[in-house]
């Protein structure tokens, strides 16, 4: 059973790497809570439809982060996407067995192409109330 309490944030968990994610879709929000379950205290979350999200993170730009979901280290570096879930097998010890998969040599432009798949049609599974505004309409056209 997945938690349904918040998830931490960046200001309760100041030194962990931050997840930006869209907090509208049901997949997205299912799999941030696997990650926070798997992170043991290494990550913090943030949806990107919150507005902190422009504040701390001025040059990710609106559809970058409808695109696809990033991971910012505590140095400030961005991943999105693949890259994004790539550097987590990294750093996640309940990933490990995963890393080497995702580290062969070149094939880092496939897991793109296979991650951005499932991101175009990630509201197949469902949008959050908050979402029957329109503003997840981008990926319905």
């Known amino acids: 059973m997945l938690s349904t309490g918040p998830l931490p944030s960046p200001d309760s ?7 930006i994610y869209d907090g509208h879709c049901r997949f997205c929000t299912t799999s941030v809570r696997r990650l926070h379950r798997l992170g043991g205290g290494r990550l913090a ?15 990710l ?4 982060l409808m695109d696809e979901m990033y991971v910012v280290d505590k140095h400030g570096k961005a991943r999105g996407g ?4 790539r550097y987590l097998t990294r750093r996640l010890p309940s990933l ?7 580290h062969i040599p070149l ?13 175009k ?9 908050d979402c029957d505004s329109g503003s997840c309409d981008i990926h319905f056209r």
């Open 13 to 19: 968990l100041p030194e962990a790497d931050i997840v």
């Open 45 to 59: 979350f943030l949806s990107l439809h919150d507005a902190e999200v422009a504040r701390r993170f001025p040059d």
């Open 61 to 64: 730009t609106h559809d970058q």
């Open 82 to 85: 693949a890259a994004a879930f």
């Open 96 to 102: 490990w067995a995963l890393a080497p998969l995702l």
């Open 107 to 119: 094939s880092l432009g496939l897991w793109k192409f296979f991650y951005r798949q499932v991101a």
């Open 121 to 129: 049609r990630r509201y197949l599974f469902g949008k959050t109330a």
